[in-house]
């Protein structure tokens, strides 16, 4: 699959580059976002942290995404991997917490379509990946203030007016199926989809994640030469099969930049890439 990078919008530690791709625009065959029909579940008898139960309740596949929120429960967890569930079974999901002070309260999670930011999923590979994801969940305090229980959601929350401020107006442009973001002057993480309605679904919580990592770092331009040059790199990583993704096959591959590709019916339903040292 070849990328095409286009013109970035810079919004202070922000650009925004557009990226279509020469595969052939999937006709979907599942539902995503907000709109996808998913019951999410601690583990009946005795919730474990790094699992949930999720169950697709529709008809048609389901796919979820690498950096998903799953709020509520006994504490805030991030799916650790994109994944596409069969309709009416049961999976048990990776999950990593991002609300280090609480463990009890409901059974039951809630979906906003809200991500975490590349620097959180950057941690997902470390070998002690929960300890990596809170010291840095905490370093959001900087530029979000504490939070009592720890938690990413509440970061998001009180960042979302100056989320909406710093990317408004930016919408996907014809054709476009991907995402290329840089903050302070260097690219950092790049999403693309089979579906620019997939893209769309997913849009306004890559853009939020984008801006919790963008604050209070430095008003810099992302140089397209940087962001085409990561795309170029994600394009020539050597992938290898990795764990299934529910009814798809993931790819996976990269050191500083780790690319994870899963595949569905001869084609990537979802490809991103996440620069390890943001």
Known sequence: ????????????????????????????GYVT??????????????????QLVVTNRGQRPVLLLSGELLEGGWQTRALTATTLLAPGIPSVEHVVCVEEGRWGGAVSHSRQGRRVPAAVRARFGHADAQRAVWERVRGYDAVAGPSETGSLADRLDRTAPAARDLTRGLRPLSGQRGILIGIAGRPVALEVFDSGRTLAAHWSGLL???????????????????????????????????????????????????????????????????????
């Open 33 to 50: 976002g907000t709109d996808a029909p998913v019951d999410v579940a601690e583990r009946a008898g005795r919730p474990a942290g790094d």
């Open 208 to 278: 939020h994640a984008a801006t919790l990592d963008a604050l209070g770092r430095s008003d810099v331009r992302t140089p397209a030469a940087l962001a085409r040059s990561f795309a170029e790199r994600v394009e020539g990583t050597r992938l290898t099969t990795g764990a299934p993704a529910g009814l798809g096959r993931r790819l996976s591959g990269g050191g500083r930049v780790r690319v994870d590709d899963v595949r569905w019916h001869d084609r990537t339903v979802h490809l991103s890439a996440v620069l390890q040292e943001v």
């Open 1 to 28: 699959m070849q990328l095409h990078v286009g013109q970035g919008t810079h919004r202070g530690p922000l650009t925004i580059f557009p990226v279509w791709t020469d595969a052939p625009a999937g006709h979907r």
